[in-house]
């Protein structure tokens, strides 16, 4: 069993940021890849970003390239999505997965789920 607790979303302006955190407990977690998924109203999940657990391998959706950047610090656990240049298009809430295969972490077929953080970006 794996739990991911999810923490940093709110409401910002265009153009303003944002930094989401999701926190990792369970078995052997350190060998789990962790990504970022976000699902607006009336709108199927999409993925957003995909960092291995060991380095080395991270992956963004096109839509979110030069805006967003994922990163981690094993030593808390914690797998972090920096939003910057925010659009109201990006409003959606989002979800942190992990799952020991990678890939799964890049097309919406991880094992593990959070609990989601609203994003809303006005204009």
């Known amino acids: 069993q794996v739990q991911l607790v999810e923490s940093g979303g709110g409401l910002v302006q265009a153009g303003g940021s944002l930094r989401l955190s999701c926190v990792a407990s369970g078995r052997t977690i350190d060998t789990y890849h962790m990504g970022w998924f976000r699902q607006a109203p009336g709108r199927e999940r999409e993925f957003v970003a995909a960092?291995?657990?060991?380095?080395?391998?991270?992956y963004l959706a096109d839509s979110v390239k030069g805006r967003f950047t994922i990163s981690r610090d094993n030593a808390k656990n914690t797998v972090y999505l920096h939003m910057n240049n925010l659009k109201p298009e990006d409003t959606a809430v989002y979800y942190c997965?992990?799952?020991?295969?990678?890939?799964?972490?890049?097309?919406?077929?991880?094992?593990?789920w959070g609990q989601g953080a609203q994003v809303t970006v006005s204009s």
């Open positions: 997965a992990a799952d020991p295969d990678f890939m799964a972490v890049t097309n919406r077929t991880p094992h593990y």
């Open positions: 960092i291995s657990w060991s380095g080395g391998s991270i």
